[in-house]
């Protein structure tokens, strides 16, 4: 399957919520027949690129989902299966939600493979004062000259995504074949020593970064 295209205006649309690791099954159960009515409501819209749903046992849950543009992403806001059905039944298990980021692309490299029934969404967040932002970008541009080359080496990798967000954050959000191909980030020099030396200057706040099974994807 090939690689999806990307525009240049393309934005990847982060929602994510926490809730008490107790209640992982009921949250995880919850996930996927949410998306039951959310995926053919979601596929009416203009300008979908890729969607992923997870939910993780350390308490939290994501949406990852690719727009050809900030006001295709935006339509998400206005989808009644999401901001009323969905959002009733996360909050009934016990989900709290953060605000909601659309992150412009600055640079992704990705493979022609398909998702697996094992297949992580994997979610890394940095904050930093939005004072920063033109730093930021700067520095997540120039670390991307290492960090592709050194990721695409990588076993099990289908598509790497990282956006920097004027609100004062950079994501990167990869997908990957399992669990163990995502860890492989962790040991990876060139973004745990080299590009986290760079983003050092502006004084970031490095997240929790979370691996989340896939409970379905469009």
């Known amino acids: 399957m090939p690689a999806p295209s990307i525009p240049a205006d393309a934005v990847v649309r982060v929602s994510r919520g926490n809730f008490d690791q107790s209640r992982f099954p009921e949250v995880e159960q919850m996930t996927r027949d949410t998306g039951n009515y959310l995926i053919p409501a979601i596929r009416q819209l203009d300008g979908l690129i890729g969607y992923y749903a997870g939910a993780s046992p350390s308490g939290s849950i994501v949406h990852v989902s690719l727009w050809q543009s900030n006001e295709h992403a935006d339509q998400m806001g206005r989808l009644k299966e999401m901001i009323i059905d969905a959002r009733r039944a ?13 992150y412009p692309i600055a640079w992704k490299t990705s493979t022609a493979t398909e998702t697996g029934e094992r297949a992580v969404i994997r979610v890394a967040r940095t904050d930093w004062e939005p004072a920063h932002f033109d730093q930021a970008t700067e520095i997540n541009q120039r670390t991307s000259e290492y960090l592709i080359p050194a990721i695409e080496r990588l076993d099990g990798l289908i598509a790497f995504y990282a956006g920097v967000s004027p609100t004062g954050s950079l994501m990167n959000a990869s997908i990957w074949q399992t669990t ?9 020099k060139e973004m745990i020593v080299d590009a986290r030396n760079e983003f050092s200057a502006i004084d970031p706040t490095f997240n929790p970064i979370v691996n989340y099974p896939i409970a379905w994807s469009i």
Request: glycine share 4%; no cysteine; aromatic share 4%.
């Open 180 to 188: 163990a191909n995502a860890q492989q980030m962790d040991s990876l």
């Open 90 to 102: 996360s909050e009934a298990a016990g989900v709290s939600f953060v605000p909601i980021i659309n």
